[in-house]
């Protein structure tokens, strides 16, 4: 066998994932859990119709979705997105009788609405529910990405590994020398998009030919949901060699 010769590898041996005698490591885990207020609230808007022939029912779903696009629009910055997802026009087939014959023809679109604004969101939900054909899901709260809670909770769990360090050290007699390694392992919103039971009530419109300036119901009282933020860090240090 050859000796190895290179002398970088004389200079620089491999380093020792777990310290040693002369250089002790410490490898702990810091841990933040914040609750905070909600910041958007989101809201599904499904709107349907139908007519007897293809043409008849796209006129009424588009008819329909304009009046629920521009109610939604009237609350200005409130509204910090809307979007349109899926639309279909699909016929209805006759049960009876022989042959392909459509009996009527059913039209959908679906709308995403996110609100910053709550007392808003309880208004707007009560108005579209009100509207003919018209379906309303959640409200589902959130915090926004760029949020500074995600900010505290990251510091928040650096600061309790720096601490968690120290105290084993102290427990030792000994001091910290250095940060050797810092791991972020998930500094996210374990709770993003919250759905639960009462966010999930469908808010339905009311009968056919009701609309949203006739006879107006008192907005919904809608309580945002508190998010739940976690944070979580892996960090490595090396301390003086106590004596024990």
């Not at 066998?1 to 590898?9: K, L």
């Not at 959640?138 to 650096?158: F, M």
């Not at 968690?164 to 427990?171: K, M, T």
């Given at each position: 066998?050859?000796?190895?010769?290179?002398?970088?590898?004389q200079q620089n041996p491999p380093a020792v994932p777990y310290g040693t005698p002369e250089t002790p490591r410490i490898a702990v885990r810091g841990e933040a859990h914040l609750e905070v207020d909600p910041e958007i609230a989101r809201i599904g808007i499904s709107v349907t119709a139908r007519g007897k022939d293809r043409r008849e029912a796209l006129a009424d779903l588009t008819r329909r979705n304009t009046l629920a696009l521009d109610l939604v629009k009237t609350y200005g910055d409130a509204v910090e997105h809307l979007e349109t997802?899926?639309?279909?026009?699909?016929?209805?087939?006759?049960?009876?009788?022989?042959?392909?014959?459509?009996?009527?023809?059913?039209?959908?679109?679906?709308?995403?609405?996110?609100?910053?604004?709550?007392?808003?969101?309880?208004?707007?939900?009560?108005?579209?529910?009100?509207?003919?054909?018209?379906?309303?899901?959640?409200?589902?709260?959130?915090?926004?990405?760029?949020?500074?809670?995600?900010?505290?909770?990251?510091?928040?769990?650096?600061?309790e590994a720096v601490q968690?360090?120290?105290?084993?050290?102290?427990?030792l007699d000994t001091t910290l020398t250095a940060l050797v390694e810092l791991a972020d392992i998930g500094a996210e919103d374990t709770h993003r998009n919250t759905y639960t039971a009462q966010a999930a009530r469908s808010l339905r419109s009311a009968a056919p030919g009701s609309g949203p300036f006739e006879d107006e119901p008192a907005p919904l009282d809608l309580e945002p949901q508190r998010q739940h933020v976690h944070a979580q860090v892996n960090a490595r240090f090396t301390m003086a060699p106590p004596r024990l």
């Open positions: 066998m050859t000796p190895n010769t290179d002398p970088s590898a997802g899926a639309f279909t026009i699909s016929p209805e087939l006759g049960r009876h009788g022989r042959g392909e014959r459509v009996r009527t023809h059913h039209g959908h679109v679906h709308i995403t609405a996110e609100l910053n604004d709550f007392t808003a969101l309880g208004e707007l939900t009560t108005a579209l529910a009100d509207l003919d054909l018209t379906r309303v899901d959640g409200p589902w709260w959130t915090l926004r990405p760029t949020s500074p809670a995600h900010r505290t909770a990251r510091q928040q769990a650096v600061r968690r360090a120290r105290e084993y050290a102290e427990a």
